[in-house]
T-cell receptor, first 117, second 114 residues
């Protein structure tokens, strides 16, 4: 149980293009989904938190107009990196929790590696 | 600001050589401490959640313990397949009102040689 998938697993794009990453909870309904970014040999950094049907809450320093998050259903959240640049190249990981997330475990997807040329 | 520090950064063990990983934390109020395992190029895999000092949890060769300032992940008689990065994260009450944010440490890279 508690399986989270991401698609695509890796993507290469040209600078200036937009990239959409999907995060799905396969066997449970995710009230809350989270998006993290991880640079090589660094820890996971939370970018934003999204609740189904409402606007995402972004962490300080994360541009909401650049990283668009949509949580349209209880099993799907998407992250769109708009006008991607080489500095956006990173490993993007989503997680999902079943409840109100105050004491619920976050289950992570396999990650999406983005390379912007 | 919540902080999580893991040590050592890297640890090499021989198969069967038991050891412990440390996670020190500073938070305004701890809701839960989480241990995850991360293999290269993959997302973190959930291992344990600890909620209060004195709590212990076990899973196969792993045992996690919690005090008011740190957590230990004990690995007994490790095998090569235990090689991975082990991440510690805290869920704390923050002044900003985000009650479910996880703050991660940088992890400990464990290598178990056969």
């Amino acid at each position: 149980g508690a399986v989270v998938s991401q698609h695509p697993s890796w993507v290469i794009c040209k600078s200036g293009t937009s990239v959409k990453i999907e995060c799905r909870s396969l066997d449970f309904q995710a009230t809350t989904m989270f998006w993290y970014r991880q640079f090589p040999k660094q820890s996971l950094m939370l970018m934003a938190t999204s609740n189904e049907g409402s606007k995402a809450t972004y962490e300080q320093g994360v541009e909401k107009d650049k990283f668009l998050i949509n949580h349209a259903s209880l099993t799907l959240s998407t992250l769109t990196v708009t006008s991607a640049h080489p500095e956006d190249s990173s490993f993007y990981i989503c997680s999902a929790s079943q409840g109100q997330a105050t004491l619920e475990t976050q289950y992570f997807g396999p990650g999406t590696r983005l390379l912007v040329l | 600001e919540d902080q999580v520090t893991q040590s050592p950064e890297a640890l090499r063990l021989q198969e069967g050589e038991s050891s412990s990983l440390n996670c020190s934390y500073t938070v305004s109020g701890l809701r839960g401490l989480f241990w995850y395992r991360q293999d290269p190029g993959k997302g973190p895999e959930f291992l344990f959640t600890l909620y209060s000092a004195g709590e212990e949890k076990e899973k196969e060769r792993l045992k996690a313990t919690l005090t008011k300032k740190e957590s230990f992940l004990h690995i007994t008689a490790p095998k090569p397949e235990d090689s991975a990065t082990y991440l510690c994260a805290v869920q704390a009450i923050s002044s900003g009102g985000s009650n479910y944010k996880l703050t991660f440490g940088k992890g400990t890279l464990l290598t178990v040689n056969p």
